[in-house]
């Protein structure tokens, strides 16, 4: 139902675009162009932003980082506002791609935003002048009560035999050398050659097991129970236990990522003063509720959270852990260099 939803709006304001009938009339304060995660927000809130300040969103999406990066690198699309992970804002940073916030112009953004997710993203984004959170959350083993015997926790599961034919992994470089350099005791931002050799051959090595490297598909295979466990985000965990109550998340012992998605202005963007518009209104408390409800990630809105209605969901190990129980790690860029090795080591798994 959410990918019907998403596809409906991106045909509509792909249409209202194409045609131009009446836009002028009927958004006065121009434009704002908008490139995010696929499935992430609200159409709702699209549909209220623009009634409520005359600016027309133009949405495009994309699936990874990776994909996203050499569009808004190019300029050619000179999109407004860009929601790019931790360690895809760092890179962005050090190549002078983004401009810096007006804070005047974000209220919202001051007021609702817990101060720990400001202070986490000093990390990425030193003196937060860059971006403002918008989701966050770990990355786990999501798992079928029914087809797995046994505990799960820990990522070792996913070399088991046993569930050959029926492991999901992230289609998604940092996340699938996480799951090894993790499994090995190694940091997730390790540049060390040997270390991603070894990473890589314990990759190889699983391989024969797995079913398919996959993104949002995991949500979707594993609701079907198409397999017995998959790499999955915490949010998408939340979503497929709703619609299939013998699915479980688990952090791992050996560690995971904790990430944050958050919102940025381009430096080649066309209409800062809207992309400030439109940032500032997605930290209303309301807005960051519907938006939260809807795609189920964790909000780093603090406002928002108290307006949460169902205790169980307010409460929820999953939606918002205890991160001081786990070993965690932020990813960092990790330069040029180490971007073309883990490419690189990525074709050679793929390749075997």
Do not use: H
């Amino acid at each position: 139902m959410k990918k019907l939803i998403a596809l409906l709006l991106t045909c509509v304001l792909s249409a209202s675009v194409l045609t131009g009938c009446g836009n002028a009339d009927k958004y006065p304060n121009g434009k704002v162009y908008v490139y995010n995660w696929g499935e992430y927000i609200d159409p709702e809130t699209i549909e209220m932003f623009e009634k409520e300040t005359g600016i027309q969103v133009v949405y495009d999406e994309f699936d990874t980082n990776e994909t996203m990066y050499p569009k808004v690198e190019a300029g050619t699309s000179r999109y407004d506002v860009v929601c790019p992970s931790d360690y895809m804002i760092q890179k962005m940073v050090d190549n002078d791609l983004l401009a810096e916030l007006n804070w005047d112009n974000l209220p919202n953004a001051k007021a609702n935003i817990g101060e720990q997710y400001y202070e986490q993203s000093l990390a990425f984004d030193p003196g937060n002048k860059y971006s403002v959170p918008y989701c966050w959350g770990t990355v786990g083993i999501l798992y079928n009560t029914k087809m797995v015997d046994g505990p799960v926790d820990s990522w070792s599961i996913l070399w088991d035999e046993k569930y050959a034919d029926s492991i999901l992994m992230q289609d998604s470089v940092r996340d699938l050398f996480m799951v090894a350099l993790a499994s090995l005791g190694y940091s997730l931002n390790s540049t060390d050659e040997a270390e991603l050799q070894e990473a890589k051959e314990l990759l190889i090595a699983q391989k024969p097991l797995v079913q398919a490297y996959v993104i949002d598909q995991v949500r979707d295979k594993m609701i079907g129970n198409e397999a017995a466990l998959g790499v999955i985000y915490s949010g998408e965990a939340i979503y497929t236990q709703r619609e299939n109550p013998d699915l479980a998340y688990v952090i791992p012992k050996e560690g995971t990522n904790v990430w944050i998605d958050s919102w940025v202005i381009p430096k080649n963007c066309q209409n800062k003063e809207n992309a400030e518009k439109f940032i500032d209104f997605m930290c209303r408390d309301d807005i960051a509720l519907m938006n939260f409800d809807f795609i189920t990630y964790s909000t780093p809105n603090t406002a928002a959270r108290e307006l949460i209605e169902d205790e169980d969901i307010k409460n929820s190990d999953i939606a918002f852990p205890d991160l001081s129980l786990y070993k965690l790690e932020t990813y960092s860029y990790l330069g040029e260099e180490a971007d073309t090795l883990y490419n690189e080591l990525w074709k050679e798994i793929k390749s075997n």
